[in-house]
């Protein structure tokens, strides 16, 4: 079963803010949620990752509920360079642990 | 962020030959290093569990005598393609955990593998 439901796809104006929601309803208490997108015919790129505060850095915020059942990834000013596959993954912080990748959500950002 | 580089980029290759990929950690150390394998359209599988100085862990279903891995330093981990057939062609990225930081994994930019 997978372990997080995201949109397939989703558009965005350059310029507006993106909002890319994932429901991880079975999400341990151990589990951070991770966040990495990848760019077309490129490695992932680790975005934030966050425990149950919201979290911000230069690149983006990551809001989660207070269940710890979803959260949302919000690019504030979606730039054409941002269109990518975003996956949001959980994760515990433990030694040797691996990101397990599901299906993402495909973000495309027109001008 | 921490720098994780792959080489070579991009091959092409007869089937039946083995092919070797490298993945270095290039500003830190890694006791940890995956390899992953993503299909055209499809999402990245993980394949193996490297740690330095041990054997490999393999996810189900991956054949350890074919896809070989050596993690000799806590910079270099290898994945040799032994005995190439075209449906091993894909994009294999690997990713290494900064030590004394597991928070995050940092990926490489890819190889790309044609076998024709």
């Known amino acids: 079963d997978a372990k997080t439901t995201q949109p397939p796809s989703m558009d965005c104006a350059e310029g507006r803010a993106a909002n890319l929601p994932c429901n991880h309803s079975?999400?341990?208490?151990?589990?951070?949620v991770y966040w990495y997108r990848q760019i077309h015919s490129q490695g992932p790129q680790y975005i934030i990752h966050g425990l149950k505060n919201n979290e911000t850095n230069e690149m983006a915020s990551l809001i989660i509920t207070e269940d710890r059942k979803s959260s949302t990834l919000i690019l504030p000013h979606a730039t054409l360079r941002d269109t990518a596959v975003y996956y949001c993954i959980p994760r515990a912080n433990q030694a040797g642990t691996a990101l397990i990748f599901g299906k993402g959500t495909t973000l495309s950002v027109s001008s | 962020g921490a720098v994780v580089s792959q080489h070579p980029s991009r091959v092409i290759c007869k089937s039946g030959t083995s092919v070797k990929i490298e993945c270095r950690s290039l500003d830190f150390q890694a006791t940890t290093m995956f390899w992953y394998r993503q299909f055209p359209k499809q999402s990245l599988m993980l394949m193996a569990t490297?740690?330095?100085?041990?054997?490999?862990?393999?996810e189900q279903g991956v054949e350890k005598d074919k896809f070989l891995i050596n993690h000799a330093s806590l910079t270099l981990s290898t994945l040799t393609v032994t005995s190439a057939h075209p449906e091993d062609s894909s994009f294999y990225i690997c990713s290494a955990t900064v030590i004394g930081a597991l928070e995050t994994q940092y990926f490489g930019p890819g190889t790309r593998l044609l076998v024709l």
């Open positions: 079975t999400i341990s208490g151990n589990e951070y």
């Open positions: 490297s740690n330095e100085g041990s054997k490999a862990t393999y």
